[in-house]
């Protein structure tokens, strides 16, 4: 079966590092994506790892690690605009490029 | 640039009436095309996919379809609703592989339609 494990919620504090882990099993796989999504609205793309180790970008890093089946999205200096629903999503397939998406972690910053 | 266009915004639909949702890509050509559902509080569920025109596959036995009819269209539909079709309803789209990194490495939504069925 496919199974990817993230999760539900986090809470950190304005200012501070988060770090939201993401397991996965699944028959294939092309690459594990990050993305965003505000309530009410559409996910965006936050980040691409597909070969093992870190991904930086601003204040958001990804790590991935093939073997073990698991990555996570770090966030530093957190603002309370963080606060928003974190998907984990693995592509198993190059042709058809479809994404399996976890449950999604929902994060809320506080002052 | 890419944009992805979808409509309605936001529907309410009685239980039994028919559903279409409208989906059009504009700057890219020959997308991949996914239709996503996720409930409250919940992740995104894969419905179908298609990677071109008249290319439709189902990912979860529903009573739901869709259809390709042009390259940058894609189109949901149900017959009758039921309760449980209600949702906020995801179009999606990405590069085929062999196209840019950029537009396969990452998928792109739509804003999506939230749909209430009463």
């Known amino acids: 079966g496919q199974n990817i494990d993230q999760p539900t919620e986090m809470t950190a504090t304005e200012g501070a590092i988060v770090q939201i882990n993401c397991t996965y099993q699944?028959?294939?796989?092309?690459?594990l994506f990050w993305y965003q999504q505000h309530a009410g609205e559409a996910p965006t793309f936050l980040s691409y790892?597909?070969?093992?180790g870190l991904e930086e970008k601003g204040r958001f890093s990804s790590f991935l690690s093939r073997s073990k089946g698991y990555s996570y999205l770090l966030l530093k200096e957190l603002q309370m605009k963080d606060s928003a629903s974190y998907l984990c999503?693995?592509?198993?397939?190059?042709?058809?490029?479809?994404?399996?998406f976890g449950q999604g972690t929902t994060l809320q910053v506080k002052p | 640039s890419q944009t992805i266009h979808q409509w309605p915004a936001t529907l309410v639909q009685p239980v039994g009436s028919p559903l279409s949702l409208e989906c059009t890509v504009e700057?890219?050509?020959?997308?991949?095309l996914y239709w996503y559902r996720q409930a409250a509080g919940r992740g995104l569920q894969l419905l179908f996919y298609?990677?071109?025109?008249?290319?439709i596959s189902s990912e979860v036995p529903q009573n739901l379809s869709a259809s390709r009819p042009q390259d940058r269209q894609f189109i949901l539909s149900s017959k009758k609703l039921l309760l449980s079709d209600s949702g906020f309803y995801l179009c999606?789209?990405?590069?085929?592989?062999?196209?840019?990194?950029?537009?396969?490495?990452?998928?792109?939504f739509g804003p999506g339609t939230r749909l209430t069925v009463l």
């Open positions: 699944t028959s294939g796989f092309n690459g």
């Open positions: 700057g890219t050509s020959n997308p991949n």
């Open positions: 999503a693995v592509r198993g397939s190059s042709n058809t490029g479809k994404l399996i």
């Open positions: 999606a789209w990405s590069g085929q592989l062999g196209t840019s990194p950029l537009s396969y490495n990452e998928q792109f």
């Open positions: 298609s990677v071109g025109i008249g290319q």
């Open positions: 790892n597909v070969l093992d």
